[in-house]
């Protein structure tokens, strides 16, 4: 039995009274905050962090911008985003990839000040260092948040609430229905990410183009990185191997690297902790302390047995654990895996998307991926959280099973559901209905006149 305490009736002052609340700024969130805003409407963007972009900021490459036949599927605002961070030489153009089937790289810092100048843009008042901790219900109803700050604890009302927390913390608050993980409660384990600069990127590409016998990749075929400045390297299981045989502890199984946007940067995707659970703060404690002993060890690999990496050093470690699963929300509908490979159509479908279920594996460090043929849709039951009432889900936590959030946690996905919640809860609030009652053909419009694409019913 847990130790309890009860807290004296408190009351809470209300610090803001809205019409769209969402809550988390990562990708999804500052997508949502776009879409809902509009010049008759009170929108607010709540974010924990002192910035706004979530794991946008922190190395990796957006995937997913392309379907596997290599057609631009993701459109509307996450394109606008891309495009504008091209415009400052601060995206890549979308690169089509074997294994990842397209990444488009971005730069972290740039990504924090477009999403801010975009809030600032479209009116949406946002409010950092501000975690929320609780929701307020009547009913079904939820009816606005609580959230903790340096300012004590308060209030917001909303007619509207999007979770865009990526761990579904206000869903979960709300009393929806949560699943975690496989059939065992395995998730798929996190990973502090870290840049290193000095690295000989050209030495790195000829080594891999030139010696595939000695430098092994996966999937993506050697002569790749002779024609390609801009890629995610995952292999060299052979070094790890040899590194392993030399004594060093390295938690994967297959070097993952990727170039950023300075000429000189790579990022590094290698750590791994099996067990942890980002609900629990000791857990991702742990996590953090595990992956920071890890990389440590990933860094004395990278300089002695990886091709142009002799002689570079860290240069930022992100400034948090990488999370790549926790609660997934069970909604109206569950996507899963036969959906994705059957490139499913939906009659709700709000987003078409196109990524392999890439499972990073809870126990030993593997991973394996299985793509769909080409893309599949995403329904707008998936964004219902069963049972509660004014609430929409966007980004990771949307409702789906274990293996099919391997393949709709990619960012640009979680950008275009994003912004479908994002025009889901105005066009909810302008008829006057609940979000769950929408017209689907009415959001689906709306879609379609921000550029969103829709494939041909078949
Ligand atoms: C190591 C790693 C590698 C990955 N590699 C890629 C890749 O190469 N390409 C790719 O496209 N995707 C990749 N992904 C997946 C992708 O980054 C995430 O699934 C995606 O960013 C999720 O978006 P989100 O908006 O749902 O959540 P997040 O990006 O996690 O954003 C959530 C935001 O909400 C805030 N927040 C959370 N809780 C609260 C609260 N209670 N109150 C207030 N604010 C809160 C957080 O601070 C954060 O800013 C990777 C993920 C990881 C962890």
């Known amino acids: 039995m847990v130790k309890e305490i009860i807290e004296p009736v408190q009351h809470i002052p209300v610090r803001a009274e809205v019409d769209v609340l969402i809550v988390g700024g990562g990708p999804a969130g500052i997508m949502a905050a776009e879409a809902a805003a509009d010049k008759n409407l009170k929108v607010m963007l709540l974010e924990n962090r002192s910035y706004l972009g979530g794991n946008l900021t922190i190395g990796l490459p957006i995937l997913g911008f392309l379907s596997r036949k290599g057609k631009e599927i993701i459109k509307?605002?996450?394109?606008?985003?891309?495009?504008?961070?091209?415009?400052?030489?601060?995206?890549?153009?979308?690169?089509?990839?074997?294994?990842?089937?397209?990444?488009?790289?971005?730069?972290?810092?740039?990504?924090?000040?477009?999403?801010?100048?975009?809030?600032?843009?479209?009116?949406?008042?946002?409010?950092?260092?501000?975690?929320?901790?609780?929701?307020?219900?009547?009913?079904?109803?939820?009816?606005?948040?609580i959230i903790e700050s340096k300012a004590g604890r308060q209030a917001i009302l909303a007619k509207n609430v999007i979770d865009c927390t990526g761990d579904g913390d206000v869903a979960a608050r709300a009393g929806a229905i949560v699943e975690k993980g496989n059939e065992q409660g395995g998730m798929q384990p996190p990973t502090l990410m870290f840049s290193m600069k000095g690295v000989n990127i050209k030495k790195l590409c000829e080594s891999v183009a030139d010696y595939p016998e000695l430098y092994d990749v996966d999937i993506i075929p050697n002569e790749f990185f002779r024609v390609d400045a801009n890629f995610t390297l995952v292999g060299m299981r052979n070094q790890i191997k040899q590194a392993r045989k030399d004594g060093l502890h390295i938690p994967v199984?297959?070097?993952?690297?990727?170039?950023?946007?300075?000429?000189?940067?790579?990022?590094?995707?290698?750590?791994?902790?099996?067990g942890v659970d980002s609900t629990d703060p000791a857990s991702e404690t742990f996590g953090t302390f595990e992956a920071y002993k890890q990389n440590d060890e990933v860094v004395r690999y990278l300089n002695g047995y990886v091709p142009g990496f002799e002689n570079a050093w860290v240069d930022k470690v992100a400034p948090f654990l990488g999370i790549r699963e926790s609660r997934r929300i069970i909604g109206e509908y569950i996507l899963n895996k036969d959906d994705i490979m059957a490139c499913r159509h939906f009659d709700d479908v709000i987003?078409?998307?196109?990524?392999p279920i890439d499972l990073h594996h809870p126990v030993g460090g593997d991973c394996t991926l299985e793509w769909c043929p080409d893309c599949y849709d995403v329904p707008f039951r998936c964004l219902i959280p069963k049972g509660v009432?004014?609430?929409?889900?966007?980004?990771?936590?949307?409702?789906?099973?274990?293996?099919?959030?391997?393949?709709?946690?990619?960012?640009?996905?979680?950008?275009?559901?994003?912004?479908?919640?994002?025009?889901?809860?105005?066009?909810?609030?302008?008829?006057?209905?609940?979000?769950?009652?929408?017209?689907?053909?009415?959001?689906?419009?709306?879609?379609?006149e921000e550029g969103v694409y829709f494939r041909s019913k078949k």
């Open 76 to 145: 509307g605002l996450p394109l606008k985003f891309v495009k504008r961070l091209r415009a400052i030489g601060q995206a890549t153009e979308h690169r089509r990839c074997p294994l990842h089937v397209s990444l488009t790289m971005i730069g972290g810092e740039a990504s924090k000040k477009l999403a801010m100048k975009i809030m600032e843009e479209n009116n949406v008042e946002v409010l950092m260092y501000t975690f929320c901790s609780d929701v307020i219900k009547e009913g079904k109803d939820v009816k606005g948040v």
């Open 253 to 274: 199984e297959r070097t993952i690297v990727m170039t950023g946007i300075d000429p000189d940067e790579m990022w590094v995707n290698m750590s791994r902790v099996n």
């Open 351 to 355: 987003a078409v998307a196109s990524y």
């Open 389 to 448: 009432g004014n609430l929409l889900l966007a980004g990771r936590c949307i409702s789906t099973t274990h293996e099919a959030m391997a393949s709709t946690r990619v960012m640009s996905i979680c950008m275009a559901v994003g912004e479908a919640a994002g025009k889901a809860a105005r066009l909810a609030i302008e008829t006057n209905v609940k979000p769950a009652d929408i017209d689907i053909k009415s959001l689906q419009e709306n879609l379609r």
